[in-house]
């Protein structure tokens, strides 16, 4: 059959690996638990998908579980950390500078109904400019602006009026 992965295999374990592994069936921690169940039925003949049923998870799951151990060994019984190792930024320094630029001009410039940028708002004008080649989260925008040492609150709201007499009319009324 074309597309059929071909089956995977943990290798052959030590005698201290397969001791290991069985004391890590009596462990309290969940993930060490899972990753020895799943490797002791993958040496027991098991494929990933029959490991997947019997232990009610994704078959990726114990694949991955399977090349960890091949990998790493023991060590891949030890949850690792959850964050990436590298993030890749989705402004580059020049890039970054365009969006300081950027928000120094009105959203209005660029044809926007309001006259308050959001972090949302500003990476839909960056992609939009073509700042960045694909469109980025508000969040992405936060930490670029972080990284840049620049402070970004949530918008207020003023009351102003294009009146050019506004300010001595709100002085009358006001005080």
């Given at each position: 059959?074309?597309?059929?992965?071909?089956?995977?295999?943990?290798?052959?374990?030590?005698?201290?690996?397969?001791?290991?592994?069985?004391?890590?069936?009596?462990?309290?921690?969940?993930?060490?638990?899972?990753?020895?169940?799943?490797?002791?039925?993958?040496?027991?003949?098991?494929?990933?998908?029959?490991?997947?049923?019997?232990?009610?998870?994704?078959?990726?799951?114990?694949?991955?579980?399977?090349?960890?151990?091949?990998?790493?060994?023991?060590?891949?019984?030890?949850?690792?950390?959850?964050?990436?190792?590298?993030?890749?930024?989705?402004?580059?320094?020049?890039?970054?500078?365009?969006?300081?630029?950027?928000?120094?001009?009105?959203?209005?410039?660029?044809?926007?109904?309001?006259?308050?940028?959001?972090?949302?708002?500003?990476?839909?004008?960056?992609?939009?400019?073509?700042?960045?080649?694909?469109?980025?989260?508000?969040?992405?925008?936060?930490?670029?602006?972080?990284?840049l040492g620049v402070g970004w609150r949530r918008a207020k709201d003023w009351i102003t009026s294009p009146d050019p007499e506004y300010a001595r009319k709100?002085?009358?009324?006001?005080?």
């Amino acid at each position: 059959m074309l597309g059929m992965p071909k089956a995977i295999f943990v290798r052959p374990f030590t005698a201290d690996e397969r001791a290991a592994l069985e004391t890590g069936l009596r462990s309290p921690e969940a993930f060490t638990l899972r990753r020895c169940q799943i490797l002791l039925a993958n040496a027991r003949g098991q494929t990933a998908i029959q490991v997947a049923a019997q232990l009610s998870c994704d078959d990726q799951t114990v694949r991955n579980a399977i090349h960890a151990f091949n990998r790493q060994g023991l060590a891949s019984l030890q949850p690792g950390s959850s964050v990436p190792h590298h993030i890749a930024r989705g402004f580059d320094d020049e890039q970054a500078e365009r969006l300081r630029a950027l928000l120094h001009q009105s959203p209005r410039t660029f044809e926007k109904a309001t006259s308050l940028w959001t972090l949302e708002l500003a990476a839909e004008v960056a992609y939009a400019q073509e700042i960045t080649p694909q469109p980025v989260s508000g969040e992405t925008v936060r930490a670029t602006l972080e990284r840049l040492g620049v402070g970004w609150r949530r918008a207020k709201d003023w009351i102003t009026s294009p009146d050019p007499e506004y300010a001595r009319k709100k002085m009358r009324a006001t005080g």
